[in-house]
């Protein structure tokens, strides 16, 4: 018996999918910030991939390289060999992103992943430090991996992994306690040899919680969680797998603290087009590898080198983006404020082009995504009880697509207060 093409998903496809639950069509292409489905049916995307698709579906200007390289034969799979491609990306990388901001990091391939790249991490700040602990955040996402797992918050997340996740300590993240100091406690346990802390070998934060629930910590309270890391000689590791890259404006998000991690993952947008890749910086110093110590099939993704060199260059080798970017992130900022503020039990919070409407009744969240969808948006819900609906459009969405997509969400909202 053949399967029927319109429930092969459902027969033949784990149980394991999520995003298909929440958006009951199957699509068929895309360009911009644009999907459509095979019934001819278009939705405006402020989902991008989970922030993969910073520059859009099929950018023009990606993808005609992409195809040209293809077209030449050029290496698609290569380890960790020495390529064109690659030596090309790390060039641009250096040029454009690295001097500019006075960072002397090592670049290190681990993996396709933003898991990957925290593994690496996790693992890096292990070796060199000869220490085990990591402390993490209330609320942080870092990957499904089981190190990843490990300094993740959510408790449903962390039952899947199926063994005791160790070794990792997790302190209040910026707001957690409603204080206006937040690292007390983390202090206090670090100099107090009767805490029954053990000296950490790291430190794991995101600037911006998005998975967490679009939590935004303060520039002053990053740049005392790099005081005190330094002071103690505790490495700190940012996550920027989804707000790198432009996400909250600036190329790195903790640009905006004037901080400089020992170690950075980056991965999702930063392959440009939705390719596979991550990557590790570390202080050069920490650069304690030995040959092959760490490695994996897909570190040598050519064809996403060549999207991500080709990013750089179009989108960094000046400000425009991220002046865009923030100017866009503040409009949609202040027309969710209004929003927020003609409906009790609402709040909003973000940063750049990373945004949140908070319900207090976490129910209406997931309603409010669900009749976005069926009026042409696609956004999903974040935070520990799926109590925000999280905004994330292509940094290149456009003024018009941005008023079109406030304003299903306006209605969405409505319709879901109103009971409709």
């Not at 991490?121 to 990957?143: E, I, Q, W, Y």
């Not at 400089?260 to 390719?275: F, H, N, Q, R």
């Not at 590790?280 to 760490?294: C, F, I, S, T, Y």
């Not at 799926?386 to 299903?408: A, Q, Y």
């Amino acid at each position: 018996m053949t399967i029927a093409e319109s429930t092969v998903f459902e027969t033949l496809e784990s149980n394991v999918r999520g995003y298909c639950r929440s958006w009951p069509t199957v699509f068929d292409t895309a360009r911009g910030a644009w999907l459509t489905d095979e019934n001819g049916k278009d939705y405006l995307d402020f989902f991008a991939g989970a922030g993969t698709l910073n520059y859009g579906h099929n950018n023009p200007v990606l993808k005609q390289a992409l195809l040209d390289y293809l077209i030449g034969d050029g290496i698609t799979h290569g380890l960790d060999m020495s390529t064109v491609a690659k030596r090309r990306l790390l060039e641009s990388f250096r040029d454009l992103i690295l001097t500019p901001r006075g960072l002397d990091y090592k670049v290190q391939f681990p993996g396709p992943t933003g898991a990957n790249a925290v593994e690496a991490a996790l693992k890096l700040a292990r070796k060199v430090t000869g220490r085990t602990t990591v402390l993490n955040f209330t609320n942080a996402f870092h990957g499904m991996t089981l190190g990843a797992l490990s300094v993740t918050g959510n408790a449903a997340k962390r039952a899947g992994a199926g063994v005791p996740l160790v070794h990792a300590t997790p302190m209040p993240y910026d707001g957690y306690l409603e204080e206006p100091e937040d690292l007390s406690w983390m202090r206090r346990a670090l100099d107090d040899s009767s805490s029954g802390l053990d000296k950490p070998a790291a430190v794991i934060v995101e600037t911006v919680q998005g998975e967490g629930g679009v939590n935004v910590a303060r520039a002053e309270w990053l740049r005392q969680l790099a005081e005190l890391c330094a002071v103690r000689g505790i490495l700190l590791i940012v996550d920027d797998v989804q707000m790198g890259c432009g996400r909250t404006g600036p190329f790195f998000s903790f640009e905006i603290a004037g901080i400089t991690p020992d170690i950075v993952t980056l991965s999702k947008s930063i392959g440009g087009y939705g390719l596979p890749m991550a990557l590790v910086l570390m202080r050069r110093e920490l650069d304690q590898w030995a040959p092959g110590e760490h490695n994996g099939t897909f570190r040598g993704n050519n064809a996403a080198f060549v999207t991500a060199e080709v990013a750089l260059r179009h989108y960094w080798s000046d400000d425009r983006l991220e002046t865009a970017t923030l100017a866009k992130g503040e409009r949609v900022h202040r027309h969710l404020a209004t929003l927020a503020a003609a409906h009790t039990g609402v709040s909003t919070r973000g940063r750049g082009l990373v945004q949140g409407l908070v319900f207090e009744d976490a129910s209406q969240a997931t309603k409010v995504c669900r009749v976005a969808f069926e009026h042409g948006l696609l956004v999903e819900t974040s935070g520990s009880c799926d109590e925000v609906v999280k905004l994330l459009p292509p940094l290149t969405v456009t003024d018009d697509e941005i008023t079109h997509g406030l304003g299903i969400l306006t209605r969405a909202v409505d319709i879901v207060r109103d009971g409709l």
